[in-house]
């Protein structure tokens, strides 16, 4: 049995840091004796009303007022703060553009001029046409809040689904806009979460999954359980929709239902948790039955495309690192499934059938790598890529002879190119004229050993010609988790950091998916310290190394990667200078009980479990700061609508570090008004974060800002 033990109010206190000019005051947050037993350990939680969401309850609200007055009177002083915003505008000021993709005999692709909150959708018959604006994200809102968070044409061309999300939040509202016309027709979608459209072949409408409506109060917070699978007939009212496929016994399961290209068949996909395990059923269109054709959540089944009643799947059934199979319907037993592609020596991605061909994204080192097969399996032909970077796109139908991918690193911006499937061809199709000079850095890819002695990749990119001194300002970046990886990548903002003549270091730690499900599994569970351990061992070799020192190293990440800061700057407060965790995930006892938390049992575990209650207990950033010890210069950014790691976790985290700095580095939290996890966050406020972060980083690492060459000029 739990029990809650409410022990009264303490007197609220005031906390005060000692910063390089005079004193940082912080606001006075009360602490609300909370105790509770949990498998016989009690646990102190003294900010968890903070959890309660700032729409809801004003003490929070006022909590969130008085601390971004600290924090941005704090940057705001900060004389690099302006210089930043202004290169960082003028460096973002260049077009970019998405890959195109073809539906109904149309082109379509996403375009921003360079300032524009949100990217512009544009349309056209061919490629050498003159394009037509079809939507303007833009003129949806005041503020640029409200983001296109998804596109699906119907098979003739002529509609689109269009999924809208406002102020970040996870939920979308699915519209119809009329392709013709560019206005929106009648329909709307609500209460929609991470679930897509998928239209059947007749045009008639198309399958979506959402939730029931929240209680008033709880859209932001409450648990989201039960998702069902629903059809929209165009024109109808979505009360009107019919519910394709639910599981009442099941809450945690979520669904998606789709139609195969030659329309004879509809797929069901479930998924529980995030593990890429699924459960795969199909059945004939114009029925109403599904038919298990995988029946237990053990692998990886993500459908490619089908030839009749043969289905093509990459899976990670005995092939840890991935490979493509054909499953027969007519012939569904194990026994007869038949192996297309086998696993290779690198990590399969994600494959497409494209022109007649399986084009496979892989990755070796973290780097992409393309093969093309014929659909027996027989290799074609490796993509040439410019460089070492990151490639993708490749999307498509059998039927298409050409697809669309883009290529980019570090330190070089995104060109799409076109790429012929028949001759293997690939031409520049656009590319980016961003305000540098790429020829002034370069890209190292380095391996360290970990505390266990396993050999981690580390890409570090830096003005040519650097000092290994150990003086320069270094921003080292990790994720290690839920299987996703890190190759290089293109960022507008490192491009600032990298004129500063920092290093910008990224980790490719385990409970990532660089090297497939053996990587993951080393870093998810019981493993999860060895994420830690990655992370703080790649900070020992940079400093080892003399690319840089302790008070010059500052640590990154979101999420899952504010997670990995947050645990930690809390075991090695001593190795970084600064310390930068968004969104993440700081209360390893409580995930679970918001939102879409519980998924998240995949990676970590369940608190309810006494076993992993112990592994988290140990590492959760927030019950591990100590009162009396010094950590690091700290900037905490989160946004208040933040519905997928709820801004709690920050909330609290940042609370409890101001109660126990016993240092002179100052502990901030920046929490960011109508934004969310991050996604469709506006240009405008993604500007003025990341200067706010560098300017933070120039104050606590001693970075001399604007140069003085360039202060000169």
Known sequence: MKSLLFLGLL?????????????????STKRVEVVEKLHGTEVADSYRWLEEDVRVNKEVAQWVEDQNKVTFGYLEKIPARQPLVKRLTELWNYERY???????????????????????LYTLNKLEAQPRLLLDPNKLSKDGTVALGGFEVSPDGKKAVVSLSEAGSDWTTMKVLDIATGQFDSDEIKWVKFSGASWSRDNKGFFYSRYDEPKEGTAFTGANKFQKAYYHVLGTPQKEDKLVYERKDQPDWSFSVGQTEDGKYDLLVTRTGTDAKYRVAWREVGTEKFIDLIDKFENEYSYIDNEGSVFFFKTDFEAPRGRVIAIDLKKPDRANWKEIIPQAEEKLGSVSMVGGQLICSYLKDAKSVIKCFTPEGKFVREVKLPGIGSA?????????????YTFNSFAVPPT??????????????????????PSLYTTEQVFYKSKDGTKVPLFLTYKKGLKKDGSNPTLLYGYGGFNISLPPAFSIGRIAWLEMGGIYAQANLRGGGEYGKTWHDAGRLKNKQNVFDDFIAAAEYLIAEKYTSAKKLAIKGGSNGGLLVGACMVQRPDLFGACLPAVGVMDMLRFHKFTIGRYWVDDYGSPDDPEYFKILYAYSPYHNLKKGVKYPATLITTGDTDDRVVPGHSFKFAAMLQH???????VLIRIETRAG????KPTTKIIQELADEYAFLVKELGIPYPAKEAASE
């Open 11 to 27: 007197a609220t206190v005031t906390l005060l840091a000692k910063a390089a000019e005079g004193e940082l005051t912080y606001p």
């Open 98 to 120: 998405s890959a195109p993709f073809k539906e109904g005999g149309r082109y379509f692709y996403f375009r921003n001029d360079g300032l524009q909150n949100q990217a512009v």
């Open 392 to 404: 993708g796109g490749f999307g498509g139908k059998k039927d298409d002879s050409e697809t669309f």
């Open 416 to 437: 799409i190119y076109r790429y012929d499937v028949k001759t293997g061809e690939s031409k520049v199709f656009r590319t980016s004229a961003v305000k540098f000079d």
């Open 660 to 666: 126990c700095q016993a240092g002179p580095a100052p």
């Open 677 to 680: 996890h991050g996604a469709g």
